[in-house]
């Protein structure tokens, strides 16, 4: 049974950066893309993007590029989004999710990370 | 970027009603289409993918169709613990994109 287990919720200051953790179990970590999407308060889901981990292969959104990183740790079956520069709008609950077995779609969700930006 | 658009904004409908969303892609993504459910306080869940194959144990009342640029999900006798917003979204190109979602409410 494949799960994803995201790590805790953050507060941060403007400006500053933020790295959420979403640790995979079951199936085989790195061949399988994982997806990072947010969800602002009452907003709907913006996707931010996508690695495969086994390949190093990333592509991300135009305008998170150059302000995200997404990366994975093969030892620890984990994928990392980091975010710097954070602004009041980057609160949201961020989601990682894991590729399906047939195709790029998100097939399996994280319980999602609270990031608030806040002064 | 596909702009992906979805009608209606908001349902309300009664309980075993059958409701049809529809999704809109503003160009041919083929079958690259997923539709989720997102009830409220809670994770988005896969429903349908390859616009009409139904994830591991869906209820048989969800159903997905549609190509190229339309596409529905279907929801036959819809059930209280139906009450959520639905999203589709593209991953026929990058970047991939989500439609704004419709809110299924319960009359």
């Known amino acids: 049974q494949v799960q994803l287990v995201q790590s805790g919720a953050e507060v941060k200051k403007p400006g500053s950066s933020v790295k959420v953790s979403c640790k995979t179990s079951g199936g085989t970590f790195g061949s399988y893309g994982i997806t990072w999407v947010r969800q602002a308060p009452g907003q709907g889901l913006e996707w931010m993007g996508r690695?495969?981990?086994?390949?190093?292969?990333?592509n991300s959104a135009q305008k998170f590029q150059g302000r995200v990183t997404f990366t994975a740790d093969k030892s620890t079956n984990t994928a990392y989004m980091e975010m710097s520069s954070l602004r009041f709008e980057d609160t949201a609950v961020y989601y990682c999710?894991?590729?399906?077995?047939?195709?790029?779609?998100?097939?399996?969700w994280g319980q999602g990370t609270l990031v608030t930006v806040s002064s | 970027e596909i702009v992906v658009t979805q009608s209606p904004a908001i349902l309300s409908v009664s309980p075993g009603e059958t409701v049809i969303l529809s999704c809109r892609a503003s160009?041919?993504?083929?079958?690259?289409l997923a539709w989720y459910q997102q009830k409220p306080g809670q994770s988005p869940r896969l429903l349908i993918y390859a616009a009409s194959t139904g994830a591991t144990g869906l209820p048989a009342r969800f159903s997905g169709s549609g190509s190229g640029t339309e596409f529905t999900l279907t929801i036959s006798s819809l059930q209280s613990e139906d009450l959520a917003v639905y999203y589709c979204?593209?991953?026929?190109?990058?970047?991939?994109?989500f439609g704004q979602g419709t809110k299924v409410e319960i009359k």
């Open positions: 690695i495969i981990p086994i390949l190093g292969i990333k």
């Open positions: 999710a894991r590729d399906g077995v047939s195709g790029p779609y998100s097939a399996y």
């Open positions: 160009q041919n993504i083929r079958r690259d």
């Open positions: 979204q593209q991953y026929n190109n990058w970047p991939r994109t």
